[in-house]
């Protein structure tokens, strides 16, 4: 990678991905996804991507009015399970869409976070309508509760059609029941 823009003498640690021009570790702001330098014009930009990352860490359910305490990766997922009425929420939309929990099926659960990580990309991908439910507290108390991973069921099938052949793990060890793979 080439030299610092501002800093000729300090490598670059990225680019900016507003101007496109390389820059030091210094001289870049992390947004939620790209690294912006100082200048106004990516500055703007830089505001409108961390404007739109985080829920607050409280909301209201919209449809029983329950507070409810968000975890980092719900308020950045803006898609969130109420426990009281067990409806799930949607915060990428304004309003919020409420959906009753009979409208999602369960697609898998896993102790892995690694397979987790790769599933939500696979259903990124699909752009399926999931939620993800317990993936922090995996970090707090691995292998005492799965995370379970509900997707919508108009698109249960393209789901399951598309993890078919992923090969889950535990521990680092294949679940693939077939010796021979």
Do not use: W
């Not at 030299?3 to 990225?14: D, E, G, L, M, R």
């Not at 860490?57 to 009015?65: G, K, L, N, Q």
């Amino acid at each position: 990678m080439e030299n610092c823009t501002n800093h000729p003498q300090v490598k670059a640690f990225s680019v900016c991905h507003g101007c496109g021009k390389p820059y030091c570790e210094s001289c870049l702001m992390e947004g939620v996804e790209y690294y912006y330098c100082k200048r106004p014009e990516c500055q703007l930009i830089y505001k409108e991507e961390t404007k739109l990352d985080l829920l607050p860490s409280t909301v209201d359910c919209p449809a029983c009015s329950s507070e409810l305490e968000l975890t980092d990766t719900e308020r950045a997922s803006r898609k969130i399970h109420c426990p009281e009425c067990q409806a799930f929420i949607d915060f990428t939309v304004d309003p919020p869409k409420v959906e009753k929990s009979e409208s999602y099926s369960l697609l898998l659960t896993t102790m892995n976070e690694g397979d987790v990580a790769i599933i939500k990309s696979v259903l990124d991908d699909l752009e399926a309508d999931y939620y993800v439910f317990d993936e922090d507290f995996m970090a707090v108390r691995p292998l005492v509760q799965p995370v379970r991973i509900y997707v919508a069921q108009s698109e249960y099938e393209k789901a399951k059609e598309a993890l078919k052949d992923f090969n889950f793990h535990l521990f680092g060890v294949s679940m693939n029941r077939n010796p021979q793979e």
